[in-house]
């Protein structure tokens, strides 16, 4: 391994909450604000984040998805209208009581999620079944007010994207929950390298006010889960109390059957928490702000030519490259690129030119490879392309390792205690018994996938009839 | 003229107000909520603002500036800081003072611009003058608790971006403010086709805390001028009480010197009434979210394999298009998507197909034009171009026809009153002329153009030596 540990920051198997924050801080990804669990977005992050963004974005216009744009104020009164969702959200809004100088006859929550808005936008516009469905999202910030807050995992205000779709039948609206929940697994799976499972969520883990609520789970280095993406079906239940309604095909008055799905800058934290390591990012060439780094090393007129050069050559092929051509030293400029978890670097030095030469190093694993100039071009897209595949096959074997089959309560907390993952095991169906496993670090079920293995006929816990086989993990 | 006035939409010379909310309306542009002043932005009217985002987004990404996300609240400590920015912002801030159940220590602002936070957060990244210059931009929703709204002219939540940079020398920033007024009047005049008187604020209406803005001005179908996109220059009149201090070449501590600049989705209210018309919306090419629609007429076998080839030709050369197969009637349909604005429109029905040919049929000026199938591709550039060239000149002449050279106050109200546009007239530099400028139905100072003409000696007011010339007009 040509890599050398980078001392800005914490080993990451030393205090892996530590060196998350250190990479956070490091690379430029967020900065604390005066307001607690708000953060600034740095230009850094903000750059992954608009190309999550891009690829999401063109993934639901594809499918047939508009972006829209309803304001971030919901009045008291309408988060009121259905009961859950209120029980669910109303605890942890923030609330605007003044207008200026005057106080405001309702207090206005500012949205934790927009449900309520778009139901109230659909019961206007929609008439008939000629109307449907409406198949709409929008990008934007939400606001939580939670206790305890960390940078992209858990803020109180966070970047997402939520989708809001009604339907003329059940059918329809649960296709497209599946079919939404596909398309993250794709997103994660493709452009992040992220392994997931999918499945459904019990009772008690399910979105305040759906039906059901289908999810992805990550597993990350550490061995704790992280719910990365939801996608929900509501079925009517938001639709009779907000009167959505709509004449059908027999000319008959019903309720919409409606979804909403979504995916936040947790993300970014995923990123951080899957494939960074002791030298600080390490980003997937589809997704990274920049895919390649051309590091001068001694800058000499050869040198800086044949950078500069390969620099418009490459942008012309497409690649997000940038050129550092700063008298740094070469162990300052790698380590700095290493940080920001640029995919892959071209080291170019005046020996490298005499020989016709220049080193290709890869974040991914560190290898080092000497590449003839004129072959760079066809090394470049095979080379990304292994990275990104790496990246994931490394993350899934991760996964696999740190995934258990287990009958034993015991057994599973002792794995819990030492390395964490995800658990397979046998489940009743009750809440006492989702509450009883909670007593383990805190673990909740994670999701029933949609194949579920037969392990044993009884529940771990109680020991009674299994019905389902569930995931079970800590969390963040 | 081939188009018929679309009889859902008031005529614009009968009731401009009520033919603007009619567009709004029909157009599915924006949808009322029950919160006061906050509007749903439709998908058509963000796509419109998708496209606006991408290019501007593109030009500011050009001339190297980043994008960033800041929070959305301020606390009211921060926003307090800076004396004149607080006395003209906080009178409009909606405040949060409730997190959950309790009570927040202190309150918060959501967000009416962010100087502060930039300032707040540049305060701490910054230390020499190798960190500088900073050159970023945000894209988000900001909050002023306006008493009359309007969708897209006034709202109490409106889509901007703010672009907020810091620089070492005064020099540096102030080109930096001309910089981005520039590209802001490329924008309006190259992609918006709307023409722009472009100039400084007069101190009574600059930016409250700026040393001075820059502003671009536009005027209405009406007369009626709007404030289209402004560029301030602070000097270091935040970077002093925030704080933000850089180690100079001479290794002196020295306050940097600021900008910031920002346009909005109050554009999409001049794109209606600079170039909207009695049968809805008229879109320029370089914006429209469709800038084609293929309508069918009388649909058999090969109307519809005509209108799916060209289609798909059209895709390829990488226009926006929209193909509409349905079974409306001719009439129902062109009249559609002239509300929508759709600048060109290809018909196609049995008898052109027959004939080898094709109607192509002008949103700007209704001219229609037979063209053999095999043109089209080449007719269709040409013709985009005409129209967005027309557009434009159309405007410029409306403008130049409305604004009027004024030596004498009788004339003003009289022009006002009647056919009201732009006034160039002498001004002595006080704010009681100012003021009185003001009693002729609202009238303000638009702007000081960067070169001035010389009209006459006399202050248009009190008659007093002139200091300026300047452009006035009545708002929005």
Redesign the interface.
Known sequence: MAIVKNEKITSRDEDFAKWYTDIVKQAHLA?Y???KG??????YA??I??NMQATLDKMFKDTGH????????I?ES?LLKEAEHVEGF????????????NMLEE??A?RPTSET?FC??YS??VNSYRDLPKL?NQW??V?R?EKSTRPFLRT??F?WQEGHTIHETAEEAEAETLRMLNIYKKFFEEYLAIPVLVGKKTEKEKFAGAEYTLSLEALMYDGVSLQSATSHYFGQKFSIPFNVKFVDRNNKLQNVYQTSWGASSRMIGALIMVHGDDNGLVLPPKIAPKQIVIATIRNDENVLKTASELESKLKKCGYRVILDTSDKSAGFKFAEYEMKGVPLRIEIGPRDVANGNVQLARRDNGEKENVKIEDVLNKVPVTLESIQKNMYDKALKHTQERTYTCTDLEEVKKIMNTKPGFIKAMWCGELECELKMKEIRGMKSRCIPFEEEHISDHCIVCGKKAKHMVYWGIQY
Not at 38 to 43: D, L
Not at 90 to 101: D, S
């Open positions: 900065h604000t005066s307001v708000c953060v600034v977005f740095e230009p903000f750059a984040w608009e508009e972006n829209l744009y309803m304001p971030m104020f009045p309408l109303a605890p942890e809004a923030a609330w605007v009581t003044y207008g200026g100088k207090r206005l500012v808005l109230d936008y206007s516009i709409c934007c910030s606001v007010w109180r205000e970047l």
